[in-house]
Nanobody, 123 residues
Framework: QLQASGGGLVQAGDSLRLSCAAS????????MGWFRQATGKEREFVAA????????SYVDSVKGRFTISRDNAKNTVYLQMNLLKPEDTAVYYC??????????????????WGKGTQVTVSS
């Protein structure tokens, strides 16, 4: 089970740190990703981190502002979000994938999903 937390209502330019804690399984064997879904839009890839943490990937719109990290000892993945913009408003989901790294950005490649956490950025 994956549980995302850390969302909230912030102003443009603020920061938030999302956490995704896993229970019942270890995340060590999985690539981990963050996705988001805004109202009326499809779920989209935000960031991914490889099993060992050496590889990361980001959607262009968050590069330089968001940082994904993982602590396998704590079975937790993080998403540090800085310089938030109103267009970052969405429900954020964490997910785990056992696929190859090149596919770890795909919604369809995720094996497990957590419940989302709402992030709202006001202008």
């Amino acid at each position: 089970q994956l549980q995302a937390s850390g969302g909230g209502l912030v102003q443009a330019g603020d920061s938030l740190r999302l956490s995704c804690a896993a229970s019942g399984r270890t995340i060590r064997s999985y690539h981990m990703g963050w996705f988001r879904q805004a109202t009326g839009k499809e779920r989209e890839f935000v960031a991914a981190i490889s099993r060992g943490g050496a590889g990361t990937s980001y959607v262009d719109s968050v590069k330089g502002r968001f940082t994904i990290s993982r602590d396998n000892a704590k079975n937790t993945v993080y998403l540090q979000m800085n310089l938030l913009k109103p267009e970052d408003t969405a429900v954020y989901y964490c997910a785990a994938s056992n696929t190859v790294w090149s596919s770890a950005h795909s919604v369809y490649a995720m094996d497990y999903w957590g419940k989302g956490t709402q992030v709202t950025v006001s202008s």
